[in-house]
């Protein structure tokens, strides 16, 4: 029961619930110690023309295929939660800003050079990124909401690019 509670059926990694458990942690262990925690908030691009084009069970497995590759590519003391649709937040303890674009940048690089099989489609799907680290003072709504923005930005500069 436990597990149900705190995982996402879906992908099989941990929801959102856990994720305010993990953030709730984090803030403490930053506030007593001062050390630094980062998040990752991250979009599937274009997830809407996945789903409209080839049906929600290929949108699925793409939000499948997308939790399995971020959950190998980082670190054991790291988590990625799915928060909410498309989108997923990656904590990363010990870890500064600059540290988190690194994360952020190699994610994002990884998703450019793989391509998803669906039934007889050969799909790409593709990923941004927001990073944001805790401040003082921050509560898990201020940390998410700053990463959030800084993902918005990513995808507005990559719309103009487009």
């Known amino acids: 029961m436990e597990f149900l509670a705190s995982h996402d059926p879906l992908t099989g990694i941990k929801n959102r619930r856990s ?25 599937v691009n274009k997830f809407k023309p996945i789903n409209d084009t080839y049906g929600h069970d290929c949108g699925d497995r793409v939000l499948q295929y997308i939790a399995f590759e971020l959950s190998s590519l980082i670190r054991a003391s790291d988590e990625v939660y799915r928060f909410a649709g498309d989108e997923f937040v990656i904590t990363l303890a010990n870890q500064t800003h600059e540290e988190a674009i690194g994360v952020a940048n190699r994610l994002t690089e990884h998703f450019t050079e793989r391509t ?25 709504d201020e940390l998410l909401k700053r990463a959030d923005h800084a993902l918005y930005a990513v995808k507005k500069q990559l719309a103009a690019h487009t």
Not at 19 to 39: I, N
């Open 19 to 43: 994720l305010e458990d993990k953030m709730a942690t984090e803030l403490s262990r930053f506030k007593r110690y001062d050390t630094p925690f980062s998040v990752v908030f991250i979009d």
């Open 116 to 140: 998803f099989k669906y039934a007889n489609h050969e799909l790409q799907p593709r990923i941004s990124c927001g990073t944001a680290e805790c401040m003082q003072g921050d509560h898990m």
